[in-house]
């Protein structure tokens, strides 16, 4: 029963891990060097906040730093629960990772790394695939 726990463990790890990688994927595709911009600045205190900047995942999810949902996310909360958590809406990331998605579907289009049909296939499932990832659903997920 151990085991059983232990690898289940590992597989939701796993799913909440892609979960990050696709978010911090369509920010840098989309926006380079913009995506990940973040300062760190100095408090009276002497400790260092790290603040976003210019990375509408992050603003979108209420996180600071990509490590803090890195972190709740190898942890077992989904982006949804950090969301919640932060008071904003799931449905917002939602929609922020469908658009830049459609934006980058749309860019290989054009530039002739995928054809009319895989780019119509992976558009209509994509709506479906980012609301699971964002609610921790993952096919590998028992």
């Known amino acids: 029963m151990k085991r059983t726990t232990i ?3 590992a597989r939701k790890g796993k799913g909440m891990i892609s979960t990050l990688l696709l978010g911090i994927a369509i920010s840098s595709l989309l926006l380079g060097d913009q995506a990940n911009a973040q300062a760190a600045v100095k408090t009276s205190t002497g400790s ?3 603040r ?4 509408p995942f992050l603003s979108t999810l209420g996180a600071d730093s990509d490590e803090d949902v ?18 904003k809406s799931p ?6 990772q469908v658009a ?17 049909d895989t780019y119509r296939a992976q558009k ?3 709506t479906e695939l980012i609301t699971k ?10």
């Open 133 to 142: 990832s964002v609610y921790g659903q993952h096919p590998y997920n028992l």
């Open 100 to 116: 830049q998605m459609n934006d980058l579907l749309t860019q290989r289009l054009i530039d002739g790394s995928i054809t009319p």
């Open 124 to 126: 209509e499932e994509l």
């Open 48 to 50: 260092a906040v790290v």
């Open 7 to 9: 690898n289940h463990r």
């Open 70 to 87: 890195y972190d709740e996310l190898y942890e077992g909360s989904s982006l949804a629960d950090t969301a919640r958590r932060n008071n």
């Open 52 to 55: 976003q900047q210019q990375d």
């Open 91 to 96: 449905q917002a990331i939602i929609d922020l």
